[in-house]
């Protein structure tokens, strides 16, 4: 598993295919799915929510909430 910071990181990494994808180019919000490698070779999948925002006059996306398969029912 990985912790947020990492999941943040790989987010971050990822934005511009994400927002693609996603078709969220005109958007404020949305959610995705996101499979990320483990070290053990596992692949991981998450669910973030993400947020545009302004952040010291500059828009960005930041990411709200990651759920983690195990929080799925």
Known sequence: MH???EIKD???SHI???IQ???ASSE???KTSVDIEGEDG???TYTVFL???NINDREEWIVRNI???EQLQ
């Open 28 to 30: 404020t919000e949305f």
């Open 16 to 18: 511009h295919q994400l």
């Open 42 to 44: 596992r692949v991981h």
């Open 67 to 69: 759920v983690r398969p």
């Open 3 to 5: 912790t947020d910071k």
């Open 51 to 53: 947020e545009r925002s």
């Open 10 to 12: 790989w987010v971050c």
């Open 21 to 23: 994808e996603n078709e």
